[in-house]
């Protein structure tokens, strides 16, 4: 069973930077398409950033200019640099893959990780 964990949230002042990572595990024979969401207390989980197989990468406008999504095929992880950090980037950021275990493509997300930006 493949499973996606994020780590690298936290507390931190605006301005501040958090580097999340996502490392997915199990029986895995093929990655495409990952990515990050974010879901802000009372609003809906929304599109942050993805990233293809072959790197190329997608920003929401809140993200672009501020936030870096890279990957690790190696190491079956992506990562997400937020740098100048609103309190508006408050939220729990999830992460999410196209996955292929050797039996079918799966659309799978992780648990999530608390970011919190607050002086």
């Known amino acids: 069973q493949v499973q996606l964990v994020e780590s690298g949230g936290g507390l931190v002042q605006p301005g501040g930077s958090l580097r999340l990572s996502c490392a997915a595990s199990?029986?895995?024979?093929?990655?495409?398409?990952m990515g990050w969401y974010r879901q802000a207390p009372g609003k809906q989980r929304e599109f942050v950033a993805d990233?293809?197989?072959?790197?190329?990468?997608n920003y929401a406008a809140s993200a672009k200019g501020r936030f870096t999504i890279s990957r690790d095929n190696a190491k079956n992880t992506i990562y997400l640099q937020m740098n100048s950090l609103k309190p508006e980037d408050t939220a729990v950021y999830y992460c999410n893959g196209i996955i292929y275990d050797g039996h079918s493509w799966d659309d799978l997300w992780g648990q999530g990780t608390q970011v919190t930006v607050s002086s």
């Open positions: 990233i293809s197989k072959g790197e190329n990468t």
């Open positions: 199990g029986t895995i024979r093929g990655i495409n398409d």
